[in-house]
């Protein structure tokens, strides 16, 4: 992905055209929302605003990617906390999205399916915490392309559940000036320059107002999980707006493809981490994971799980862009028991020691029999000294 620059010379005009189309989106978003908003915490996959007498932050957030021929499916799910009654979202996707509800059982079924095995795996010689160094035997751990005919265009606008959705593009606005002054909106500069980029590759939008839950309190939990649909060229993620967060985020991420699939880089954040890799074919599964089988179409597809965190989320410098591993080596995270190996109540270790000197003592034992045995042979007789003559 192209990162933004300085303006400089002739791109100066460019860089004037991508601010105010950046402007205007977060306007729209605004307006959404029905009062002045401003960015409170970002998650990974777009940014979050509330009102400026609000806040949340998001905890965690699980999506799935699918991508296949040059088609792309996001689900995603937030889990948030905070004051927030009402907020708005935004995510830049690179061509027209579609969206709607995702199933809630996807995520559940997937965490199901990449979950930890754990195995308990036995040692010979005896550890710190094992007799006679101490303990009581055992011991255990674990291891481990926009319309340039408006400066914005309300491309879709539907009702999804508990969200009001409205798809976006975005391009150079002649009414800027005059927007921002009848609605009295400031733009915060942070999250004009970090949409920056994506204005610049013409990718498009998905805004979406969180609206407030059935008995009025704050947006707490997990979120219902949404569900977007649009072309790529290659599998994306988009994570670049995540930089706007002022606390650490996690990321867990499904991928499915043809292939086991990985980030590109770390964008910032720790080296990402696969929990599962491994091939699902949902026909042989007896129905056991039905979404999952609605998202693949029913085709065998590879699952990878990839976990990551950014400790310093001001670090994010780009999206991550999947591609295929080196071989599809499966892989799956497995938690092991150690044990001390006993035979009974025995430790094993003891037994062979104790075996070993009776073997020892046996052997000594033999030696001393057999040289008792062994017959004397007498002494060559002592002959007389010949006469003398």
């Not at 005059?178 to 320059?193: A, C, K, Q, V």
Request: net charge neutral.
């Amino acid at each position: 992905m192209r990162r933004a620059g300085t303006d400089q010379g002739g791109r100066g005009g460019s860089r004037a055209w991508a601010v105010r189309a950046l402007s205007l989106v977060m306007m729209l978003v605004s307006l959404q929302i029905g009062s002045l908003i401003a960015p409170a915490y970002a998650c990974g996959c777009g940014a979050m605003v509330v009102d400026r007498n609000s806040q949340v932050s998001v905890d965690r957030e699980t999506s799935v990617v699918s991508w296949s021929d040059g088609a792309e499916e996001i689900v995603m799910q937030l889990t948030v906390r905070g004051n927030a009654p009402t907020a708005a979202w935004i995510m830049p996707v690179p061509h027209r999205a579609t969206v709607e509800l995702g199933d809630a059982s996807l995520l559940s079924e997937l965490e199901t399916l990449t979950a930890p095995v754990r195995e308990t795996r036995h040692y010979f010689w005896p550890h710190a915490d094992d007799w006679p160094f101490g303990g009581s035997g055992n011991a255990s751990g674990d291891s481990a392309a926009p319309s340039a005919a408006a400066p914005v265009r309300v491309v879709g606008r539907e009702r999804l559940g508990p969200f009001d959705v409205a798809r976006l593009t975005a391009t150079d606005p002649t009414a800027l000036e005059g927007w921002l002054t009848d609605n009295g909106f400031e733009l915060p500069d942070r999250l004009s320059t970090a949409l920056r980029p994506y204005v610049e590759q013409k990718w498009e939008y998905v805004a979406i107002r969180l609206a407030p839950q059935e008995n009025g309190g704050p947006l707490l939990g997990r979120l219902d999980p949404l569900r977007l649909r649009f072309a790529s060229d290659e599998p994306v993620y988009p994570m670049r707006l995540s930089r706007l967060a002022t606390t650490p985020q996690s990321l867990g991420l499904y991928v499915l493809a043809a292939h086991r699939m990985e980030p590109r880089g770390r964008i910032g954040g720790l080296e990402p981490e696969v929990t599962y890799a491994g091939r699902v074919d949902t026909r042989r599964n007896g129905g056991e994971y039905p979404a999952l089988d609605e998202l693949t179409h029913g085709k065998p597809v590879f699952l990878t799980a990839i976990s990551q965190s950014f400790p310093r989320p001001e670090r994010i410098d780009g999206d991550h862009e999947l591609r295929a591993a080196a071989a599809d080596a499966p892989y799956r995270t497995t938690y092991y028991r150690d044990e001390l190996l006993t035979v009974g109540p025995v430790p094993a270790w003891v037994l062979t020691l104790l075996g070993a000197v009776a073997v020892a003592v046996a052997a000594v034992l033999l030696v001393a029999r057999s040289r008792r045995r062994r017959p004397v042979t007498p002494p060559p007789p002592v002959m007389a000294p010949p006469p003398l003559r």
